[in-house]
T-cell receptor, first 120, second 110 residues
Framework: GAVVSQHPSWVICKSGTSVKIECRSL??????MFWYRQFPKQSLMLMAT?????????EQGVEKDKFLINHASLTLSTLTVTSAHPEDSSFYIC????????????????FGDGTRLSIL | DAKTTQPPSMDCAEGRAANLPCNHS???????VYWYRQIHSQGPQYIIH???NNETNEMASLIITEDRKSSTLILPHATLRDTAVYYC???????????FGTGTRLTVIP
């Protein structure tokens, strides 16, 4: 089945540094990828929708200058947490739609295994 | 998007069927019902989805009521590895942005 790989799986860094997380679709092309954030004992919250070749669409309350998204190819999207602070510590998860795009696919999304980010 | 209501937690004996309900009374006619599960510290795993008809695959069965206001995910023979948080989430035809509720934490007991 469709596989989504996320890297790194965990990262610990000092406050003020920037962290880049990669999301790759390994055996399919993904026009659209999604980034979620999950705090302990809470559900996943959609942060943004990443579209290949165009700007990402951010959910309300998510700072686009804080969470930079780049989707330069059909198999790779990156999320960069800029100037990370302890409150940015969370579990970040990406997903990709294995449909053919065009907005009328009901193929399920496939998720990466997440990146646990800890900011000291 | 339709809101969902799921019991916060359920227990199931190993080997027995696990029946996980979901209420989505505000679902619209063009919204599918998707089920995912999340095992601790992993990304969500797709299980099954349906629109009107009941569906079955190698993982589970999905029973959707005739009025589509609720559905039940059935794991026919629960194993310890099925312990996870199960989410049902409606998704409009043509849309692809999922919104997750609080889900049901299923614990399979030996």
């Amino acid at each position: 089945g469709a596989v989504v790989s996320q890297h790194p799986s965990w990262v610990i860094c000092k406050s003020g540094t920037s962290v880049k997380i990669e999301c790759r679709s390994l055996d399919f092309q993904a026009t659209t990828m999604f980034w979620y954030r999950q705090f302990p004992k809470q559900s996943l919250m959609l942060m943004a929708t990443s579209n290949e070749g165009s700007k990402a669409t951010y959910e309300q309350g998510v700072e686009k200058d804080k969470f930079l998204i780049n989707h330069a190819s059909l198999t790779l999207s990156t999320l960069t947490v800029t100037s990370a602070h302890p409150e940015d510590s969370s579990f970040y998860i990406c997903s990709a739609d294995s449909g053919t795009g065009g907005g009328y696919s009901n193929q399920p999304q496939h998720f990466g295994d997440g990146t646990r980010l800890s900011i000291l | 998007d339709a809101k969902t209501t799921q019991p916060p937690s359920m227990d199931c004996a190993e080997g027995r069927a696990a029946n996980l309900p979901c209420n989505h009374s505000t679902i619209s006619g063009n919204e599918y019902v998707y089920w995912y599960r999340q095992i601790h510290s992993q990304g969500p795993q797709y299980i099954i989805h349906g629109l009107k008809n009941n569906e079955t695959n190698e993982m589970a069965s999905l029973i959707i009521t005739e009025d589509r206001k609720s559905s039940t995910l059935i794991l026919p023979h629960a194993t310890l590895r099925d312990t996870a948080v199960y989410y049902c989430t409606p998704l409009q035809t043509g849309a692809n942005n999922l919104f997750f509720g609080t889900g049901t934490r299923l614990t399979v007991i030996p």
